[in-house]
T-cell receptor, first 111, second 114 residues
Framework: NAGVMQNPRHLVRRRGQEARLRCSPM?????VYWYRQLPEEGLKFMVY????????ESGMPKERFSAEFPKEGPSILRIQQVVRGDSAAYFC?????????FGQGTRLTVV | AQSVTQPDIHITVSEGASLELRCNYS??????LFWYVQSPGQGLQLLLK??????LVQGIKGFEAEFKRSQSSFNLRKPSVHWSDAAEYFC????????????FGTGTRLQVTL
């Protein structure tokens, strides 16, 4: 049973480009969560999705960030027009009920 | 709003010594509490969790934690630390309606000396 898969593991983008981060949840899991970890900080909740629905996006920045979890395929976190402050590790977690399983993360570097 | 405080940013212990990492939370109802460990450049691994019942919970790798409602604490303990335990440890509280929507503490970095 494969765990939560995130790709790419490392992503470098120039300022102004788009970053697209993918997350495939564990088999059978219908809940996906995205978290951001800034350097030397804990993880901060961004968004909670179920298939085709955004349930809670209270942690998402108001501009440039969006997330989806389509009926088929992985969940996508999209960051448009990236800035240096977007450099962070982005983690995806999936759950079936109350326990979250985390992926290895995508480390985004904006140059 | 819920919050988690890990007062110790960095702790150093000798291999074989006991360990206690502190965690205090602020939450209105009975919380769902978690401890995760993160090795450098890696994701998070769940060590243990508390939802209800026995307030002393056992986890993986010889870790345990005790929920103390009166102190709003959920401290992590290990009787004898191994060098491989060096990592970052995060305490987290889950939202009542959505247990996997987690609020994390800022973490405690554990260094183990030989």
């Amino acid at each position: 049973n494969a765990g939560v898969m995130q790709n790419p593991r490392h992503l470098v983008r120039r300022r102004g480009q788009e970053a697209r981060l993918r997350c495939s949840p564990m088999k059978g899991h219908s809940h996906v969560y995205w978290y951001r970890q800034l350097p030397e900080e804990g993880l901060k909740f961004m968004v909670y999705l179920q298939k085709e629905n955004i349930i809670d996006e209270s942690g998402m920045p108001k501009e440039r960030f969006s997330a989806e979890f389509p009926k088929e395929g992985p969940s996508i976190l999209r960051i448009q027009q990236v800035v240096r402050g977007d450099s962070a590790a982005y983690f995806c977690a999936s759950s079936l009920d109350a326990e979250a399983f985390f992926g290895q993360g995508t480390r985004l570097t904006v140059v | 709003a819920q919050s988690v405080t890990q007062p110790d940013i960095h702790i150093t212990v000798s291999e074989g010594a006991s360990l206690e990492l502190r965690c205090n939370y602020s939450y209105g109802a009975t919380p769902y509490l978690f401890w995760y460990v993160q090795s450098p450049g890696q994701g998070l691994q769940l060590l243990l969790k508390y939802f209800s019942g026995d307030t002393l919970v056992q986890g993986i790798k010889g870790f345990e934690a005790e929920f103390k409602r009166s102190q709003s604490s959920f401290n992590l303990r290990k009787p004898s630390v191994h060098w491989s335990d060096a990592a970052e440890y995060f305490c987290a509280v889950g939202d009542t309606g959505t247990a996997s929507k987690l609020t994390f503490g800022t973490g405690t970095r554990l260094q183990v000396t030989l």
